[in-house]
């Protein structure tokens, strides 16, 4: 019995279960000098994509979007692309690009006449009289009524403008005329309402009928409340014609990409958590019948914190699929741009993690950067070739289907050479099943080996296919175990934030009668954090120009607390498939996990005392110091 003990203690359990080094990772990936560099490759995607968003904005290109597009359930353009079928899609597409001039017209009258008239302010103001908040007695909505009677006094020869007028304008140029018209508008209604509170307060003193000074002051309160209800008024105003302008014009496109994807990850995650894989695999079934007509599309997508894993998994492919297919040039770009990042920094994350899992060296950013400068081509390249060698064999098939047109003999030859086609086919698939499973193995190869992309290519196919099934148990643990660590790094952010906006906001008091009744200034500039959203859009219409330089350099800090949490996912997978890396490599190779290329450079020098003891193993003559000082004790002997 003793014996046994021994043995079991004798027992190396991580050599046993080799999965367990999967669970250093999150140790690995919350080193500073990963997530340094994981935030680079962040901040460089997403400067690109903004750069990008404006310069296609200079073209007029954006994506279609509509007032209803905020509400829960509602469908955008990315939606409408997953769910209905690709004619439809196009068609109404089509449609709203066809009606922009038309709506943009409009716009541009509407503006003029609002800017004369102030009727949709007006009727604005009328919601708030309908719910009770401004009374019909009002001294304030008096005051505003006679001013705005007066305003229109001075117009008494106006004509209101028709969109006919504006027909041949470009509706670009119409929409910059429109703001401009609106600010007016705009100019005029905070103007009148000055006037008006000045007028209303100078009313409450004079009027007869409030004789206590109790009456006098419930009336000033009043007042008070009805001016804060005519700020929000403008406020509604506001925003109304900037959903108008966004209607007609659209959303940018990397905007809008990030808006769907992010919501695809969260509710990805949450699935993980729920420990929801399949669910929903009906509802994209359905989705799929609809697309083919051979059912009712599907209106709508599930609603955040349903569905399954594979579900969201799936509705993020169509997403860049939808990026791909409707805005191929920017896309293609874009992707260039952001995979060299990826390779400059990412790569320097992946020479870090693997020195840390096989050594348990932290070398510094530089060391890493210098490392990936050195293998950029070969970073950049690895998961190109296979993407090539899929469009060169695809290309080969489109080639041989031009034989088919061919007149007569055409169909006969494509018939007896289809067998080539299917080879192709096979190979296409082979290719595509190894990128897809491989490519997560392939710059842990170069930053291992020190290799180039010809050896992570071949690398990562033959240990997938080698122990497919020991590859996917790696890839669910590592998943599972990342959501885990995710959802805790996001905890963690969350309550970082949650607490700042409580303890800020005690502080603050003023402002923010413009956004809600009882709000304040810092729930105008920032909005409190939830766990699913950390930063929502902000309410510009609701700020003062001082209220929105402020809350751009708070959502500075904000967006910066984002980028450290996809960060850490980006450092995550950089450490977690390196671990796989060095366990798939041992299991196909029988190569040791501590075995990695080391550069001259990065070699630390042996210690005195460790070079001469490995010299006078391996046989080698002694230091000419030892020498010395030996042949000096011979001579004294």
């Known amino acids: 019995m003793a014996d046994n003990r021994q043995e079991l203690r004798g027992v190396n359990w991580n ?27 962040v901040v460089a995607v997403f400067v690109t994509g903004w750069c990008m968003d404006g310069i296609w904005r200079i073209g007029g290109e954006y994506v ?85 009677a007066k305003e229109r006094e ?42 008006s ?61 990030c808006e769907y994807e992010s919501r695809c990850l969260g509710n990805a995650v949450a699935a993980i958590c729920r420990a929801d894989v399949t669910g929903g695999i009906d509802v994209y079934q359905n989705i799929m019948d609809g697309k083919a007509g ?25 997403g860049m699929k939808w990026f791909m297919c409707e805005f191929w040039f920017y896309a293609v770009i874009f992707l260039l741009i952001s995979l060299a990042a990826w390779a400059f920094f990412g790569g320097a994350a992946y020479r870090a993690a693997a020195l840390h899992a096989a050594r348990e060296e932290k070398i510094s950013i530089s060391q890493a950067l210098r490392f990936s400068a050195g293998k950029f081509l070969s970073f950049f390249m690895a998961p ?31 018939g007896a050479l289809f067998f080539l086609a299917i080879l192709l086919g096979l190979c296409i698939a082979f290719a595509a099943i190894g990128l897809i499973t491989g490519v997560g193995l392939m710059y842990p190869t170069i930053a291992v080996e020190g290799s180039d992309g010809f050896d992570a290519l071949s690398r990562s196919f033959s240990y997938v296919f080698s122990k497919p099934w020991r590859a996917v148990l790696y890839g669910v643990l590592a998943l599972v175990y990342g959501a885990l660590c995710y959802v805790f790094v996001r905890f963690f952010a969350y309550l970082a934030l949650a607490s700042t906006h409580f303890f800020v906001k005690v502080g603050v008091w003023a402002g923010g009668e413009r956004l809600a009744e009882g709000a304040d ?81 990065e070699e630390e020098l042996p210690a005195p005392e460790a070079g001469q ?9 002694e230091p000419p110091e030892a020498q010395e000082g030996q042949g000096t004790e011979e001579k004294k002997e």
Not at 16 to 41: G, P, Q
Not at 154 to 162: I, S
Not at 613 to 621: K, R, V
Request: charge should be neutral; hydrophobic fraction near 45%.
């Open 613 to 621: 003891a490995a010299a006078e193993q391996a046989g080698a003559p």
């Open 154 to 195: 001075k117009d008494a020869d106006f004509k209101p403008r028709t969109r006919d007028e504006y027909k041949d304008e470009d509706w670009s140029a119409a929409l910059t005329e429109s703001k401009g018209d609106f600010r007016k508008e705009i100019k005029d209604i905070e103007v009148l309402l000055a006037d």
């Open 294 to 318: 051979r059912a009712e599309t599907v209106s709508a997508l599930p609603p955040d914190n349903s569905g399954g894993l594979v579900f969201w998994v799936l509705a993020s492919v169509h």
């Open 64 to 148: 279609q979007w509509t007032p209803a597009a905020e509400k829960a359930g509602a469908i955008g353009e990315i939606e409408r692309c997953f769910l209905q079928p690709a004619a439809k899609f196009h068609r109404e597409k089509d449609d709203w690009l066809g009606k922009r001039p038309e709506l943009a017209s409009s716009l541009r009258a509407e503006a003029y006449n609002q800017w004369r008239q102030l009727d949709a302010y007006c009727g604005i103001l009328g919601k708030y009289e309908n719910e009770g908040v401004i009374s019909s007695g009002s001294h304030l909505r008096k005051a505003l009524v006679d001013k705005v």
């Open 384 to 414: 190109l070739m296979p993407i090539a060698g899929i469009l060169v064999l695809g290309a080969l098939l489109i080639i041989g289907g031009m034989l088919g047109n061919i007149w007569g003999f055409g169909a006969i030859l494509v």
């Open 197 to 257: 509170l000045s007028q209303a307060r100078e009313d409450v003193k004079k009027d007869e009928k409030l004789v206590s000074s109790k009456d006098k002051k419930r009336a000033e309160e009043n007042l008070d409340k009805d001016y804060r209800s005519a700020l929000r008024a403008i406020t509604e105003r506001k925003r109304a014609f900037s959903q108008g302008v966004q209607a007609i014009r659209g959303r940018p496109i990397f905007a809008s990409l």
């Open 15 to 41: 050599e046993v279960f080799s999965f367990s080094h999967i669970f250093k990772s999150f140790r690995m990936s919350i080193h500073l000098s990963k997530l340094m560099l994981a935030l680079a490759a």
């Open 521 to 601: 200034k810092l729930d105008a500039m920032w909005a409190a954090p939830t766990f699913t959203v950390f930063h929502a859009p902000s309410t510009w219409e609701a700020m003062s120009t001082c209220e929105q330089i402020g809350s751009f350099v708070i959502s500075i800090w904000v967006y910066l607390v984002i980028g450290m949490v996809l960060a850490f996912v980006l450092s995550y997978g950089a450490s977690v498939t390196t671990v796989i890396y060095y366990l798939m490599r041992r299991k196909v190779d029988a190569t040791d996990l501590d075995d990695v290329y080391v550069e001259e450079a």
